[in-house]
């Protein structure tokens, strides 16, 4: 039985959505979510801490702690988070990972969640989601119908393949462990004990705010580290908000994707739909993936089934 066959047997009704990072700015946008959810068949709980504040975090580190541990004890099967932010690396060390890893949970998230992602596939193996928060997208006044659609075909185990246009991608047809999501917190986690070990895999980034040039710089801290070669593929996602300077003098993103093309060793795949922008897919971390090209397009296949 695949991983998504199992996820079509299983209870996929559920969400519990939870508060680990920045505090919610919009509760009106909570609000929004849990009603789309639960338009689109999902029971939905809402952590009692989801609106706590304290300075920038939804609520003091403990408060926080707190609420992972209602999240894997609560008996809704997805977890989500409402927004990224920051305030995930705080917590790592004192998390419980051997609970998490017992409770089952599929955990959804981005931008900042992506550190938890990773340590949970470091410390316990399992497989977790980059994909929708539930105020940015759920909780947005008017939400990317592709999406939502491509989540509820996630969780439900229907998504076999996902295909997207990418102009002049790299020839590749592979199989790895898929793993990645925002580049800053990746590159936060080298050295760690957080930072998975994969050799072979398929490696996605996106980021936002971030200027060309530190996108080049953090793929140079991947490649320069020993992780990126160990890849067999580069997915790039979004890579959106950032404003150049006069004194670039034509250097710009397609200049930064061209040196990293150049100059990491491994095939390279522009286009992939996640990122932080209103469409984005839902990605396995730590799942076993194919990947091919071909001419403008490429191919993840999320599934395989066998008979």
């Known amino acids: 039985m695949t991983r998504n066959e199992q996820h079509a047997s299983a209870d996929w009704h559920g969400i519990y959505?939870?508060?680990?990072?920045s505090a919610?700015?919009?509760?009106t946008a909570l609000e929004r979510a849990q009603a789309r959810l639960g338009k689109m068949g999902f029971k939905v709980a809402v952590d009692r801490g989801a609106l706590a504040s304290h300075q920038r975090f939804a609520g003091t580190d403990e408060q926080r702690l707190a609420a992972f541990g209602r999240a894997i004890r609560q008996k809704l099967p997805i977890v989500m988070a409402t927004?990224?932010?920051y305030g995930v690396t705080r917590?790592?060390?004192h998390l419980d990972w051997e609970a998490i890893g017992?409770?089952?949970k599929r955990f959804v998230g981005q931008s900042d969640f992506t550190a938890f992602g990773l340590a949970l596939l470091a410390r316990t193996g399992l497989v977790s989601y980059a994909g929708p928060t539930a105020c940015f997208d759920f909780g947005a006044k008017k939400p990317e119908l592709l999406t939502t659609e491509i989540f509820g075909e996630t969780m439900r185990g229907e998504l076999e393949i996902l295909s997207f246009e990418s102009p002049k991608p790299d020839p590749v047809d592979c199989r790895g462990v898929l793993w990645g999501g925002n580049l800053a917190m990746i590159c936060a986690l080298i050295g760690t004990p957080y930072m998975?070990?994969?050799?072979g895999g398929i490696l996605f980034?996106?980021?936002v705010g971030e200027h060309p040039y530190r996108i080049e710089r953090m793929l140079n801290q991947l490649a320069q580290a020993g992780i990126l070669g160990r890849q067999k593929a580069l997915l790039l996602g979004g890579f959106t908000e950032y404003r150049l300077a006069p004194h670039d003098r034509g250097y710009d993103l397609a200049e930064a994707i061209a040196f990293i093309r150049k100059s990491v060793g491994i095939p390279v795949i522009t286009g992939l739909p996640y990122g932080?922008?209103?469409?984005k897919a839902t990605l396995p971390i730590g799942a076993k993936v194919g990947l091919a090209t071909e001419e403008g397009m490429a191919h993840l296949v999320l599934d395989e089934h066998h008979h």
Do not use: N, Q, W, Y
């Open 17 to 21: 959505i939870f508060s680990p990072s």
């Open 24 to 27: 919610v700015a919009d509760p």
């Open 83 to 85: 927004r990224g932010g």
């Open 91 to 93: 917590l790592l060390p």
């Open 102 to 104: 017992a409770s089952g």
């Open 196 to 199: 998975p070990k994969i050799r």
């Open 205 to 207: 980034v996106e980021d």
């Open 276 to 279: 932080h922008t209103p469409m």
